[in-house]
């Protein structure tokens, strides 16, 4: 099993800069694709970036790709989702997510969720 913790949420003002990081307490943290979701309220949880075991391979959601960055320090058991440029529309609650069988974009695959971490982005 692997347990999840989301920091670095926060609020700014739009077009700033966020670094959530993601830290992982368990064994194996390299055997598990981490990938990060967001749900606003009232809307649907919806993925945001994802990287692989390795960190060699990562996927963005079009709503964000060129804004935002993950990447993972596996020696440090943590996952990075840097965010440049934010807007409004970014405001949500961002979660955390890994599997151990999953490289995936939809979060009914992911086995294990961190809390989240609060992310407001004011115009």
């Known amino acids: 099993q692997v347990q999840l913790v989301e920091s670095g949420g926060g609020s700014v003002q739009a077009g700033g800069s966020l670094r959530l990081s993601c830290a992982a307490s368990?064994?194996?943290?390299?055997?598990?694709?981490v990938g990060w979701f967001r749900q606003a309220p009232g809307k649907e949880r919806e993925f945001v970036a994802l990287?692989?075991?390795?960190?060699?391979?990562?996927y963005y959601a079009d709503s964000v790709k060129g804004r935002f960055t993950i990447s993972r320090d596996n020696a440090k058991n943590t996952v990075y989702l840097q965010m440049n440029s934010l807007k409004p529309e970014d405001t949500a609650v961002y979660y955390c997510?890994?599997?151990?069988?999953?490289?995936?974009?939809?979060?009914?695959?992911?086995?294990?969720w961190g809390q989240g971490t609060q992310v407001t982005v004011s115009s």
């Open positions: 997510t890994a599997d151990s069988n999953h490289y995936s974009v939809y979060p009914h695959d992911y086995a294990y």
């Open positions: 368990g064994r194996a943290f390299s055997n598990y694709a």
């Open positions: 990287i692989s075991r390795s960190g060699g391979s990562t």
